[in-house]
């Protein structure tokens, strides 16, 4: 089916998010770093993989990691490790973290673990919620930052008070990190340092890094050994991971020190959006490379103007809109290589178009 947008925005020379087209190349590049003699990984085992998942091992400050095919599978088993130890067959959650919303209610079809939805939709989950679970929860799963309401982060400090808590109440504290390296800049910590608060914790290569797929769970020795044998049970066990592997490895090293560009991109970037009419971002200030875009005009309308703005500038804000009541839609962003190569003079007479377009629709 043509989506009009979307062919708009391929056309553009400057599109704003991710660091580039996602094709072959990708993993051509990654590759094209490795001698052909390296040996494969064997089922979960041999150097390649056990070399990185030491090195993630250590990055994350935990005994031990698992590479996954999938955060999806890694998250499903963590839980379902939690649940078995605690002899409890419930998990807590944000109303719209992935397990909820993305994953056709896995946990519970496949593990038998009913979720317990914590906090609204529409903020993050506080030591308020966390302080009314009763003691028929195994483990409480915190997706940092929340990237359905935009990418919001709690303070450190309410982090904290929520780690300390849980382990006070026996609560396992999971982290769901598939965007942990994107929020180093904003917390001004180590991976390390923020994992200390969680009991085990997942991490995923494909966003902010940038690599083709695949995740790490990380967490106590005993923990990851007995992840083996689920992820053996969910065909996780692929012969060969190493194509996903040395891409995320590859991409860790390129893209890793990048985090703090990513995030200063992003706060610039929604400093633009917000000098224009009819839009503001969520969070106002971003704290990591991602934040959403809300525009109080309706899909149908927003889109044509937007055809007509990446067509005159060259410009490409975003490839999708998505519908929020009535009048108004929003998309979201999330800053990977590309937006530093944009001149600045083009972005800036973008806005300043952009804007125009906007007030004269009003
Ligand atoms: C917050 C979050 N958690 C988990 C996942 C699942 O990762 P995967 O696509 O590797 O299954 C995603 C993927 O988009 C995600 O955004």
Redesign the pocket.
């Known amino acids: 089916m043509s989506n009009p947008l979307q062919e708009a925005f391929n056309r553009t020379a400057y599109p704003i998010t991710g660091h580039g087209k996602r094709n072959v190349q990708v993993l051509k590049e990654a590759l094209d770093a490795y001698e052909g003699e390296l040996d494969s990984d064997v089922y979960g085992a041999g150097r390649l993989i056990e070399d990185f998942q030491g090195k993630m091992a250590g990055i994350l400050g935990k005994e031990a990691a698992v590479f996954f095919?999938?955060?999806?599978?890694?998250?499903q088993i963590a839980l379902r490790i939690w649940c078995d130890r605690r002899g409890i067959k419930r998990a807590a959650y944000h109303p719209l973290?992935?397990?909820e919303i993305?994953e056709q209610r896995g946990l519970h079809e496949l593990h038998g673990i009913e979720p317990v939805l914590l906090g609204g939709k529409d903020r993050l989950i506080d030591l308020g919620d966390v302080k009314e679970l009763d003691d028929t929860i195994a483990c409480l799963l915190l997706?940092l930052p929340q990237?359905e309401i935009g990418g919001q982060l709690p303070d450190y400090g309410e982090l904290e008070a929520i780690s300390a808590y849980c382990r006070e109440r026996g609560i396992a504290l999971h982290l769901?990190g598939?965007?942990l390296f994107e929020i180093l800049p904003y917390y001004r910590k180590s991976a390390a340092e923020i994992c200390a608060l969680f009991d085990s914790v997942?991490v995923?290569f494909?966003?902010g890094i940038g690599g083709i797929?695949?995740?790490i769970l990380a967490g106590d020795a005993e923990f990851m050994e007995r992840s083996k044998v689920w992820k053996r049970r969910h065909g996780g066990d692929l012969i060969s991971l190493y194509p996903y592997i040395l891409s995320a490895d590859f991409y860790f090293e390129e893209r890793f020190p990048n985090m703090e560009r990513y995030y200063e991109g992003a706060r610039e970037l929604a400093g633009f959006f917000n000098e224009c009419h009819q839009i503001s971002t969520l969070p106002e200030e971003p704290v990591s490379n991602m934040f959403h875009v809300h525009v109080k005009l309706p899909k149908e309308r927003l889109e044509p103007l937007l055809m007509e703005l990446y067509e005159e500038t060259g410009v490409g804000l975003t490839h999708y809109l998505r519908e929020k009541g009535e009048a108004s839609c929003y998309f979201e962003t999330s800053i990977g290589d590309r937006y530093a190569r944009i001149p600045k003079d083009e972005l800036r007479r973008a806005f300043a178009l952009l804007n125009e377009k906007l007030a004269a629709a009003l």
């Open positions: 095919p999938s955060g999806t599978m890694a998250q973290c992935h397990l993305h997706e990237r769901d598939a965007r997942y995923s494909y966003k797929a695949g995740a």
